[in-house]
């Protein structure tokens, strides 16, 4: 019979770039996470700010202009600016992204509008104000774009959504390049060229390429290539310029785990699409990739409930409201004691959220020191993608703050909410 291995420290690639350990204190950009704790509160969002320059940088310089932000995996009004300073540009989906990108000095012809169900008056917005590109993704959209332009004459920069058929070996609720999807227009069934023909030949449209985005957390290079592959195939067809392969690249999120970097994604889709014959310009459009391991949730611990023979239960001041991707995905992350970072960790831990939800857990399967003791810092790395993004007031829990930290400093750029923003948009 084996013997239980008992976890050692989280592993260094799971931390941000610029995460220390001294004497047992973890410390990120310089600054003792105990101290930013100290001082902002928990639970805080923690980013290593040069991280984030140094993934923005790698983008451009892999994908070239026109690479964008996928803002949907952090955006505030910090992030919006840091991405456009490192040469990205950034992708919107709602017109409330596109007013944080706006409200950051990001131009429209630096943003890519998506959607599969964009309202007659985003459209128009986006026409009017120059959006770089409108990625076009069902025939009622191309109607809709038809009255905007003769309502106004604008003309829709676009590229159109393919979905290719490529399996990407993800969770189902984030695979999107299959045949079976809401997004985009099928290569199977002929409905793409449809599309592609329809786009080509109306006064509304000056269609540029297309785009594909296959799925989310994606570790298989192959699928990544072959969709590049098929998309090369079909833009060469027609005689369009350009191809967007779209963003999910996976990150690794607990021990075990390895994940491509942004610059061996770029050399795959490069090689799929000089497979294909194409002479096209590759676009992406990152965003996990560029945010998740650059931020860390830090809580403090309010209970350490040992239940003798099943488990012991570590409950948070957070929990489903700062990070629904366990409950939504069935997410796995690692946990620590920022304060104890160099121990092993050889308490096997349920840790859990402070909601009145059973299925409220942050991390279903970690260790932690045996020392563990109410009032603790608990940290959960590799929770800078879709953790503040997705977070709610579920139980009317304000919103925790978002510090970006470099340099020894730290600065807030979201604040904490606070109990009358919960009530301000009630009519009384």
């Known amino acids: 019979m084996s013997t239980p291995v008992t976890p050692g420290p989280v592993p260094a690639h799971l931390l941000p770039d610029n995460a220390s350990v001294h004497d047992g204190q973890l410390s990120v950009g310089g600054v003792p996470v105990a101290e930013l704790a100290a001082e902002f509160g928990t639970p805080l969002f923690v980013y290593d700010e040069d991280h984030l320059r140094a993934r923005c940088r790698e983008a451009a310089e892999t994908f070239g202009d026109g690479v964008a932000f996928a803002t949907k995996a952090f955006l505030c009004v910090a992030m919006a600016k840091l ?26 012809s630096a943003c890519v509008l998506h959607g599969n169900n964009k309202s007659i008056e985003e459209l128009r917005v986006g026409m009017e104000r120059g959006v770089g590109r409108i990625v076009i993704d069902s025939f009622d959209e191309l109607d809709r774009i038809d009255m905007v332009h003769a309502e106004t004459g604008h003309v829709a920069q676009a590229l159109l959504r393919i979905t290719p058929g490529v399996e990407a070996h993800t969770h189902e609720f984030i695979s999107t390049g299959h045949d079976d999807s809401k997004f985009g227009f099928t290569v199977s069934t002929g409905v793409a060229e449809r599309a592609i023909e329809r786009a080509t030949a109306s006064p509304a449209v000056e269609l540029h390429g297309i785009h594909a ?3 989310s957390q994606v570790f298989a290079i192959e699928s990544l290539r072959e969709s590049a592959r098929i998309l090369g195939e079909i833009a060469s067809r027609y005689g369009l310029p350009e191809l967007s392969v779209g963003g999910g ?18 050399k795959a889709v ?23 391991t650059a931020g860390m949730t830090v809580y403090t611990v309010g209970t350490v409930k040992h239940l003798e023979g099943i488990r012991t239960y570590v409950a948070v001041d957070g929990g489903m409201s700062d990070n629904p991707r366990p409950v939504l995905y069935d997410s796995g992350y690692e946990c620590l004691v920022p304060t104890r970072a160099d121990l092993d960790r050889s308490l096997p831990v349920r840790v859990v959220g402070k909601h009145c939800e059973s299925g409220d ?3 279903r399967e970690g260790h932690l020191p045996e ?29 925790p703050a978002v510090v970006f930290v470099r340099n020894g400093e730290a600065r807030v750029v979201v604040r904490r909410e606070t109990l009358d923003d919960l009530v301000r948009l009630d009519v009384i």
Do not use: F
């Open 371 to 399: 020392d563990l003791a109410v009032g603790d810092l608990l940290v959960t790395p590799v929770t800078g993608a879709y953790g503040h993004s997705l977070a709610s007031n579920y139980n009317k829990v304000a919103r």
């Open 249 to 266: 690249l996976g990150v690794a999120y607990v021990a075990g785990e390895e994940g491509l970097t942004i610059s061996q994604w770029g």
């Open 270 to 292: 490069q090689e799929g699409a000089r497979a294909s014959g194409a002479e096209v310009r590759i676009t992406a459009e990152p965003g996990r990739a560029v945010v998740a």
């Open 213 to 215: 985005h296959i799925g």
């Open 83 to 108: 991405a456009y300073e490192e040469g990205m540009h950034l992708d919107v989906a709602t017109m409330g992204e596109l007013h944080v990108a706006e409200t950051a000095g990001v131009p429209a």
């Open 361 to 363: 857990i942050v991390v």
